[in-house]
């Protein structure tokens, strides 16, 4: 067989030109551009086949007839038994003409040109796109019925498919792709345009992912099965994930903290259709919305295709490819693996060095209340990344482990018995450890203590109040005002607060506990201000709920979702590194921003759960935890649905 493909240097072309080759005595013509000649002997060496089986034609889909020689015509004319036209402009940030130029009138040429030389079947790479955004189920006989075609990618997509249907008199067929993401096998992939499919923190639709592999066994298959001329078949998943899955089964592929990735759609729920949408056009929401999109590192274009509406019926392809193994694998089954593939090869931060011992290296790292929980998980990986470490706990047989376990490890640390809320204490450790050590680089502090207990049960309970307040705000600042003088002189320094997720969302029976520690949120944000020009940042973390000593007394998080010391020590690790304002999960935020915009709302949800959860056994003073209540099945799914809150 002879075979024409347009695009065969891209990610789809390049695989299903592989795929032709494999056919015994095959012969791949591929149209490439002469600007990139060079990639001839890398392609060669990828399709493992002698320069006899392929041969470049040098034109561009952007002049009549390809812009190919009337030498080369003429040697393909009627030689032809099948052409793929996959060359497109397949960059959503490419400019309306350059998609137009490329996409529409780039494929009016690729028909001229199956005219002209006879090809024996037309076989047009269009998308899913070519559908537009349209709201329902869209069949693979549909085509007019396209709506919402907006954005010039499924605009000029559905435009090239008219053409093939309209003007093509040679036997055609049309492929339509779902979003095409690596090789389920090997992970492989080329552009980074799938990972930030995965990431886009959006609301409910589906993404209708393909892996790579699938679409070129199915376009191979389909293409060469008699009968099928004049069809389209749509080249998707039967079974697409919401896009709550598809980010769960990628957080999970990837290690990374499940709730700093899981935007839970359910969340949304709760507010209705009309306030949702105004609340998503209102400028501080869309500011916040980029800022997020800026975090995750994507494209803001990217937000165009939220809550993609479509779902895409695929039996005609699905019956052509029955008696087959040919399918579409389950994401869970290679999600590592592109995740993997994408961590080696594609991420855009591999070539910074924004690793935690770059930025730790020869600097000395005090960290308060180190010798437990997330305290502890955030020291060791600090010594092990080379700072010298200094952990400040009021426990000395903690301390005295802890110094062990890093010292056997290879790492450097000092340790300082202090309990902080003993402010003549802390100024003699401060002078101390001044001496010893100079300068401190990072101060992180992350010594706390919660106290979960309504308001009505602490009329007579002032001292709940001063306690936290005590250490959680008095405690931090007095060692954050006692190191401040030597990093000012050395113009650095970095002062990090483990802060609480309960000061965005104002969770009820948190009163001590998140007011003291908004009262140091507030003290970083004004100091910010006042040391910016002497080189020290400050930076809050709103920590979500993490399975610790400190949540263990709280009966109903056993049923909860909830960071682990180490996931919660990585929020460390990424404030020590990028030394942003503020770290919180995006729940966290969504929470404040609802609180800001429509406070009515974040009322009635924490007021569900503040009368939906019980006082917990030790806050009304019982001795015996097992007295409380068993949570009801409403309240597990409750508590499911703001994971992450304290409630
Ligand atoms: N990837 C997906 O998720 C997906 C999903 C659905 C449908 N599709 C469709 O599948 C097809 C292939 O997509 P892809 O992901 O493989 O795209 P890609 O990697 O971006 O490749 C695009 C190809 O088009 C060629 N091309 C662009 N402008 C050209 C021009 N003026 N003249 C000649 N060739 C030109 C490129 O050649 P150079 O090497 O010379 O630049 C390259 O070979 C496209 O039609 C796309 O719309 C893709």
Redesign the pocket.
């Known amino acids: 067989m002879r075979y024409f493909v347009?695009?065969?240097?891209?990610?789809?072309?390049?695989?299903l030109s592989k795929k032709l080759l494999e056919r015994q005595g095959s012969v791949v013509y591929f149209?490439?551009?002469s600007?990139?000649r060079g990639?001839m002997a890398p392609l060669l060496g990828r399709w493992g086949v002698s320069a006899e089986r392929v041969i470049p034609i040098l034109?561009?889909?952007?002049?009549p007839l390809?812009?190919i020689s009337t030498a080369d015509l003429d040697r393909m004319r009627g030689q032809i038994d099948h052409m793929f036209?996959?060359?497109?402009?397949?960059?959503l940030k490419a400019s309306a003409q350059?998609q137009e130029?490329?996409?529409v009138q780039?494929t009016r040429h690729a028909v001229q040109f199956a005219h002209d030389a006879q090809v024996g079947c037309f076989h047009?790479?269009?998308?899913?796109?070519a559908g537009g955004l349209y709201e329902g189920v869209f069949r693979e006989d549909m085509f007019d019925e396209a709506e919402n075609l907006e954005h010039p990618?499924f605009r000029t997509?559905h435009e090239?498919e008219g053409i093939v249907r309209r003007e093509c008199r040679r036997p055609w067929r049309i492929?339509?792709?779902?979003?095409?993401?690596g090789d389920s096998r090997t992970g492989e992939m080329?552009?980074i345009?799938?990972p930030y499919?995965f990431f886009k923190p959006i609301q409910g639709g589906r993404l209708n992912l393909?892996p790579?592999d699938y679409?070129v066994d199915a376009m191979d298959h389909i293409a060469h099965k008699s009968g099928l001329d004049g069809r389209c078949f749509h080249?998707t998943d039967p079974d697409p994930r919401r896009v709550g899955d598809v980010l769960s089964i990628f957080a999970h592929a990837g290690h990374a903290p499940p709730l700093s990735l899981r935007l839970n759609a359910r969340m949304f729920g709760f507010i209705p259709e009309s306030l949702r949408r105004e609340i998503a056009g209102l400028t501080p929401v869309r500011r916040i919305g980029e800022q997020l999109m800026k975090d995750f590192g994507l494209p803001p274009h990217i937000m165009t295709f939220v809550n993609y509406p479509t779902r895409f019926d695929c039996r005609e392809a699905q019956q052509a490819l029955a008696g087959t193994d040919i399918r579409v694998p389950p994401l869970e089954g290679y999600a590592w693996k592109l995740w993997d593939y994408w961590e080696r090869h594609l991420d855009p931060e591999l070539s910074l060095d924004k690793t935690l011992s770059a930025a730790v290296k020869g600097k000395v790292v005090l960290i308060t209340g180190g010798g437990a929980g997330i305290g502890k998980a955030a020291a060791l990986k600090i010594a092990a990344a080379g700072a010298t470490l200094i952990v400040v706990d009021r426990e000395e047989e903690r301390l005295r482990a802890l110094g062990k376990e890093v010292e056997d490890a290879g790492g450097r640390i000092a340790t300082y018995l202090c309990d902080l809320t003993e402010f003549d204490q802390c100024d003699q450790m401060v002078k101390k450890l001044l001496e010893e050590h100079g300068a401190v680089d990072v101060l992180v502090n992350n010594a706390g203590r919660s106290i979960r207990r309504s308001i009505e049960h602490s009329f007579d309970r002032f001292h709940d109040f001063e306690r936290t307040m005590r250490l959680n705000y008095f405690g931090a600042l007095r060692l954050t005002l006692g190191l401040l003088p030597a990093m000012q002189k050395k113009k650095a320094g970095h002062v990090i607060n483990v802060s609480s997720i309960g000061v965005l969302t104002n969770a009820p029976r948190f009163s001590a506990y998140v007011a003291s520690k908004a009262a140091m949120d507030a003290f970083a944000r004004c100091a910010a201000s006042e040391f910016a020009d002497d080189g020290i940042a400050f930076t809050t973390i709103n920590m979500p709920l993490v399975r610790t000593a400190m949540t263990a007394p709280t009966r109903i998080y056993e049923q909860t979702e909830m960071l682990t010391p180490e996931q919660a020590a990585d929020l460390i690790v990424k404030a020590i590194i990028e030394r942003p304002d503020r770290i919180a999960t995006r729940l966290g935020i969504f929470a404040e921003v609802v609180h800001a915009v429509a406070p009515k709302i974040s009322h009635i949800v924490m007021n569900t759960a503040y009368r939906m959860f019980p006082e917990s056994a030790a806050a009304l003073g019982l001795k015996d935890a097992a007295a409380e209540p068993q949570l009801s099945p409403e309240q597990i799914a409750f508590s499911q649905l703001v994971r992450g809150f304290h409630i």
């Open positions: 347009t695009g065969a240097t891209g990610f789809i072309g390049s695989r149209l490439l551009r600007h990139k990639m034109g561009d889909l952007t002049q390809l812009g036209h996959l060359a497109a402009v397949y960059d350059a130029a490329a996409n780039g047009l790479a269009s998308s899913i796109a990618y997509k090239a492929y339509r792709p779902g979003i095409v993401v080329d552009k345009d799938g499919y393909v790579v679409v080249l």
